[in-house]
């Protein structure tokens, strides 16, 4: 299953089937990327991270992809599970700025189908 | 042991009151952080402390006031609350200010009535 953009909220994907969702990021001066992920009833866990300077990054089970030519990151689930189903947030900051702030997107919900 | 716990879970009270939310972290970070999350699941984020000095304080109501008794804890206090502040509240925390990989609390269901 796929999800596009931050306005395409739901994702629903097959138990085993592999999930891609995708995140559009906006400021063109963000170079490290987070994906969260949120269970029902729980607070956001970091998942993964990326800089700028890398175009993949692999961890347990998720891999992220970063295309800083169309400002677009993507978080890839490897035989998604019932435990994957929550909402996924990809967040964005400039690590030069001194703001100091994480910058989230709207989220994606995603639902695992048994 | 929880890393970063919030009380209370689930707070419901009438327009005008007064209310606070706690927050506390044992995880030895310098940096804490108020979000709010509202129906539609959006993130924003309300303020920031570091070492008890507050770093991030976004356009928020001044009715809604933050507190750092130590870098170990940071209270939210909102005043004269209002329909509008219904949503879930979270604390998280991380290393230091530039340590962007946050550890979030379980959240405070607000719910004003």
């Known amino acids: 299953g796929e999800s596009v953009g931050l306005h395409l909220p739901t994702l629903s994907v097959q138990e085993g089937d592999n999930s891609i969702i995708n995140c559009a990021y906006s400021n063109s001066a963000s170079d490290y990327f987070i994906w969260y992920k949120q269970e029902s009833g729980k607070g956001p866990q970091f998942i993964i991270d990326?800089?700028?300077?890398?175009d993949k990054r692999q961890g347990q089970r998720v891999t992220v992809l970063l295309n800083k030519t169309v400002k677009h990151l993507s978080l890839q689930i490897a035989a998604t599970q019932p435990g994957d189903s929550a909402v996924y947030f990809c967040?964005?900051?400039?690590?030069?700025?001194?703001?100091?702030?994480?910058?989230f997107g709207a989220g994606t919900t995603v639902t695992v189908r048994a | 042991d929880t890393a970063v716990s919030q009380t209370p879970k689930y707070l419901v009270t009438q327009m005008g009151n007064d209310k606070s939310i706690k927050c506390e972290q044992n995880l030895g970070h310098d940096t804490m952080y108020w979000y709010k999350q509202d129906s539609k699941k959006f993130l924003k984020i309300m303020f920031s402390y570091n070492n008890k000095e507050l770093i991030i304080n976004e356009t928020v109501p001044n009715r809604f006031s933050p507190k750092s008794p130590d870098k170990a804890h940071l209270n939210l206090h909102i005043n004269s609350l209002e329909l509008g502040d219904s949503a879930v509240y979270f604390c998280a925390s991380s290393q230091d200010l530039r340590a962007y990989e946050q550890y979030f609390g379980p959240g405070t269901r607000l719910t004003v009535t």
């Open positions: 967040a964005e900051i400039p690590l030069r700025s001194n703001d100091y702030k994480l910058s």
């Open positions: 990326i800089r700028s300077n890398m």
